[in-house]
């Protein structure tokens, strides 16, 4: 059996482990791709509309943690931005593309690329063959799985098998959002962070002069992040601070520090990562339930040009966000109703909407997965949910805990499927080290740096 590894999922945090394998001089690698298009950028960095910008400064969007000035240097050479810019997600997707293309130039033979989806796997001979969807099959020593976030799942009082397609979207990266409405119709967004964001960037970009409304339980939508700001020196230790005085060490740092809760919550990014592994999984769960939304808003700011377009929106009445709870939505001949209840009210209202768009955000529960691999490998106890059902328990190693709670040394998981494990780990900075720290172990690397880039 071959030694090459395999890297189901050829997005961010599959394409950052193939280009670092490389650089790692590590084994033959084939990065398996389902989509061709989406190589090297995934769904997040394959947008094309100009509005969609990263939400982090391109100073800290390097996609190697040993050469944090990479992307920089990159954009400065094309003329496309510097340190403090927030530059369109597409070019964020195109740098990624470039940096794949240059590694491998020359290595064709150690990384290969192959479009298509894997529907399972077997052990075979000491490794595994993966089964592809037209009937290819491909070997390898080691798997590791980078597949990404979920889909969204259907929220609470939503049955999607009985709205019409057109006008109930489930997935919204997988329809155009706009199609089909008219300057009297209302779009219903289900959710208010940044995915709705980015589909209401959409519905205006399209050209929509209807009514938006985005819905949530709390109704609470990303803050902004602020120009000027000094860059903040991150905490490196928080000796006795568990997870659940997360709220107190903000409002502390906030109050003293510099750049108030923005600044106070950047500190915290070198070490959340340690404060959600200090914690038991009852303060996990409580912080999930009760603080996760308000950190997540403070925590995934908005561009300050993208904070402006939606401030606009809003100022028109053409965007609003309300809090309150999904009770039913039911098919009718021009739309769909929905009936819900305001937070803190008693009374439910009823709302028509032209379309609904479910914009929760990505999800990572296996036991509501449609994913045939992953559902595939579930049903036979190769992999198994986290105890908070946020995606594949993993050790700290990277490897997969089977149902039987034993590592499997020879499939790993990589990318916001571990969050179980780490929480912080849906963005570049975390995801990067993840990538490169395991790149190294399967390559048996002890050190690399950032020449050749």
Do not use: K
């Not at 670092?20 to 061709?36: C, S, T």
């Not at 000027?228 to 003293?256: M, Y």
């Not at 606009?312 to 009936?339: H, K, N, S, Y």
């Amino acid at each position: 059996m071959t030694d090459r590894i395999a890297i189901v999922g050829g997005g961010f945090s599959g394409t950052l482990l193939a280009i670092n394998l490389l650089r790692h001089d590590g084994p033959a690698a084939v990065l398996i791709e389902r989509r061709a298009t989406q190589v090297a950028r995934g769904v997040a960095y394959s947008a094309t509309h100009p509005d969609q910008l990263l939400n982090v400064r391109a100073g800290g969007m390097s996609a190697f943690p040993d050469d944090p000035g990479h992307f920089v240097r990159w954009l400065e050479a094309r003329g496309d931005g510097a340190a403090a810019s927030f530059v369109p997600r597409a070019t964020y997707g195109a740098y990624l593309a470039e940096s794949l293309a240059g590694v491998r130039r020359g290595q064709e033979a150690r990384l290969a690329v192959v479009e298509g989806e894997v529907r399972d796997l077997a052990e075979v001979g000491g490794g595994w063959r993966l089964s592809l969807a037209d009937g290819r099959a491909v070997e390898a020593g080691q798997v590791v799985l980078a597949t990404g976030n979920l889909p969204p799942h259907a929220p609470a009082g939503i049955d999607a098998g009985a709205l019409p397609a057109d006008r109930y979207l489930d997935d919204p990266w997988r329809a155009d959002p706009a199609a089909g409405l008219g300057a009297g119709d209302t779009a219903v967004l289900l959710g208010t962070g940044l995915t709705a964001i980015d589909v209401a960037l959409e519905l205006d970009a399209a050209g929509f002069a209807g009514t938006t409304i985005a819905l949530s339980r709390r109704g609470l939508r990303p803050r902004r992040h602020r120009d000027g700001l000094p860059p903040i020196d991150g905490d490196t230790d928080l000796p006795g601070v568990p997870l659940s005085r997360l709220v107190g060490q903000v409002r502390d740092r906030a109050a003293t520090g510099e750049g108030g809760w923005r600044g106070a919550v950047d500190a915290l990014r070198p070490v959340t990562q340690r404060l959600w592994g200090a914690s038991d999984a009852a303060t996990r769960a409580r912080f999930l339930r009760h603080l996760r939304p308000w950190w997540d808003v403070h925590r995934h700011r908005l561009a300050p040009a993208v904070a402006d377009r939606i401030d606009a929106m809003m100022g028109e009445g053409r965007l609003t966000f309300a809090a309150g709870r999904l009770l039913a939505a039911d098919p009718v001949a021009d739309g769909i109703r929905l009936r819900w209840r305001r937070r803190g009210g008693e009374a439910s209202e009823t709302l028509l909407a032209a379309r609904v768009v479910n914009c929760t955000g990505p999800q990572g529960d296996l036991t509501r997965s449609t994913d045939p691999l992953l559902a595939a490998l579930h049903g036979r106890g190769r992999i198994r949910p986290d105890p908070l059902r946020l995606g594949i328990e993993v050790d700290p190693q990277g490897r997969v805990i089977r149902a039987d709670g034993t590592a499997d040394d020879r499939l790993h998981c990589l990318g916001p499927m571990t969050r179980g494990g780490l929480w912080e780990v849906v963005a570049v900075p975390d995801i990067r080290r993840q990538a490169w720290d395991l790149a190294r172990r399967l390559a048996h690397a002890q050190w690399v740096g950032g020449e050749g880039l």
